[in-house]
């Protein structure tokens, strides 16, 4: 009696494992886990963009005191000319876009900072602020639309024009879709997919 009570913890056992290991589960070196994606979801957004005070330098006496003209990335975007997100791959295989690592859930990609121009709204919040849940406790699937318009659980969204290129290969009836705060763009939300573990700014449209 005791020898089959043992074999059955041992099955149970090894068939526990094995459904622990479909679910994605087990220890890390139990098969390979993809570095961003792969059904991974961020137990917390961004942390808000570190201001960085730079020192003004010193006046040499010859120097011209004229304002500075703005550089390009300070300059707003031309009127009627929609810029697209180009984010460089931070490495080897890791998309070009902004991401989360799946090893530490890094945001990377998220370091405008509050006077990206890119993400200025007149009126932050008009339609009202989500709250349907954000984080990984929520997890939404899209069930219809495009990039302009999209909608889960009669919640209604769209993406920044400047993210246009990022949201461009995902699925809009069927992909995931987890909510995040913003802390540094008044307005804006971060939806990330876990199935490409990319992100990219969006606003809410009310519900």
Known sequence: MTKKIVALSVLFCVFAFAQERERGGGAPHGGHQPEVGGGHIPAHGPPPARVQAQRAPEPSRNQDHRAPEPSRAQSRPQQGVVEQNRFPADRGGHPEAPHVHARNDQWV????????????????????????????????????????????????????????????????????????????????????????????????LGG
Do not use: C, K, M, S
């Open 109 to 204: 990609g998220h370091d405008g900072g509050r006077d990206d121009p890119h993400y200025h709204v007149d009126h932050p919040w008009e339609h009202g602020r989500f709250e349907g849940g954000f984080g990984p406790q929520h997890v939404f699937r899209i069930q219809g639309g495009n990039r302009e318009r999209f909608w889960f659980n009669n919640f209604y969204w769209d993406v920044a024009p400047y993210d246009y290129n990022i949201v461009a290969d995902w699925d809009w009836n069927g992909d995931q879709i987890v909510i995040y705060e913003d802390p540094d763009h008044p307005g804006w939300y971060l939806a990330y997919n876990p199935r490409l573990g990319t992100y990219a700014h969006v606003e809410y």
